[in-house]
Structures are given as C-alpha cells and as structure tokens.
C-alpha cells in the first residue's frame, strides 16, 4: 500500500538555520510528489511538484528514488516559513488521488 | 478566477439535522474532490467527481451524500450526523489533463456537530 511518513511533528529552528523537512514514501511504481504548504489561517496550498524541479520561496526538493524520499530543504530559514507542511504522494489510477503525510510543523524563530 | 469557494465557512449543525456544504471552481477543472481533516491530522481523501461523476467514494458512510449537479458546483449533504463527524470539510479541484499539476484547494467548511 502506498503510504507517506513524514518523522517529524514539529520542526523548530532559529532565523538563518538550514531547514530539512523529511518525508518518505512507500510505493512499488514510479511515484509523483508533492509539497503542501498551510500558513495559519490560511488554505492549503501546493509548493512543489518533484516533476517540475522547481524552486519556490527558497525551497527545493530532490526524489531520491532509492532512499524513496522527497525531503524538503532550504538554505536559510525565514520567519514568514513557518507553518504545516505536508508531503503528499500521487496515487495511480486516473484519478488523481493524492495521500498525505501527517504533516510537520515548522516553527522558525526570530 | 483561480480559487476554490467553500461556504459555508463554519458549520454547527444538531445530529438530526440537514444540512449541506457548498463547493465552487470556476477554472474549468473537470476533477473535484471532498476531503476531511481531523484537528492535527492530514486531509483524508472521501469522494472523487470525474466529469461530474462519481469516480471514487472511500468507504464514507452514508450519512455524507456528494452531489455534482455542474462542472463548476460540488455539494456535500449531511444527515444524521455524529458528534466524531466534526472536522474541517475541504474542496478541491484540478485540471484533468495528462499532467497532474496538484489540487487548489478551498478554505474549507469547519463544522461541528452538537
């Protein structure tokens, strides 16, 4: 089954500090990821696509088919990154179902 | 326009009542989505709408009636609720294309049920 673990519930860094968000996956096929991200009071909105190996507000994120990890990194954290993030994994079938992980907050102090 | 409306935006309803949630996209994405999120947990996936069809229910109990009545329009009915169906009610939509480029999700429907 497929499946998202995403360790950590609570992520807490200082303003500048590196930040690595950790999501793994288990899935037998060639899987499609994602980042969400939720500001309070905010939507859930999407911040990467591992398709389109993009950079969005400083924040990249590498597949690594064989560590089956999309970890979420950034050189220096800035106060306005904090909020929940979720990875999410594509399941296959047409219809587009995505399966999220439990998500980590990311609090980053002044 | 490029949002997902969800209204309304709090919810409390009594276990005998009707009521229902209101979704609406008008990007022209032909694939919509309800799905539920438990304080502190991640948005579990309940129905699927494909061309205004219902492509996926995820074993959702009865008392949640989905509707697509248009391309645009996405309903949720509720009847009979319990008090453990109280949770943040999300919409969402995309494109259904080759690519899958991720959902837009709504604001989402908080409701409590008394």
């Known amino acids: 089954a497929q499946r998202v673990t995403q360790p950590e519930k609570l992520l807490s860094v200082f303003k500048g500090a590196p930040v690595e968000l950790k999501c793994n996956y288990s899935?037998?096929?060639?899987?499609?990821l994602f980042w969400y991200v939720q500001y309070s009071r905010q939507r859930l909105q999407l911040l990467l696509r591992?398709?389109s190996r993009e950079s969005i507000k400083g924040f990249t994120a590498d597949l690594n088919k064989g560590e089956t990890s999309f970890h979420l990194k950034k050189p220096f954290a800035q106060e306005e990154d904090s909020a929940m993030y979720y990875c999410?994994?594509?399941?296959?079938?047409?219809?587009?179902?995505?399966?999220f992980g439990a998500g980590t907050r990311l609090a980053v102090h002044p | 326009d490029t949002e997902v409306t969800q209204t309304p935006k709090h919810l409390v309803m009594g276990m005998t009542n009707k009521k229902s949630l209101k979704c609406e996209q008008h990007m022209g994405h032909r694939a919509m989505y309800w799905y539920k999120q438990k304080a502190k947990k991640p948005p579990e996936l309940m129905f699927v709408?494909?061309?205004?069809?219902?492509?996926i229910n995820e074993s959702v109990p009865s008392r949640f009636s989905p509707e697509c009545p248009n391309s645009s329009l996405l309903n949720l009915h509720l009847h009979a609720l319990q008090p453990e169906d109280s949770a943040l009610y999300l919409c969402?939509?995309?494109?259904?294309?080759?690519?899958?480029?991720?959902?837009?999700f709504g604001s989402g429907t908080r409701l409590t049920v008394v």
């Open positions: 969402a939509s995309s494109p259904k294309e080759a690519e899958f480029y991720g959902y837009t």
């Open positions: 591992h398709i």
């Open positions: 899935y037998s096929g060639s899987p499609e």
């Open positions: 999410a994994l594509r399941r296959p079938g047409g219809y587009n179902k995505l399966i």
């Open positions: 709408y494909s061309y205004e069809k219902l492509s």
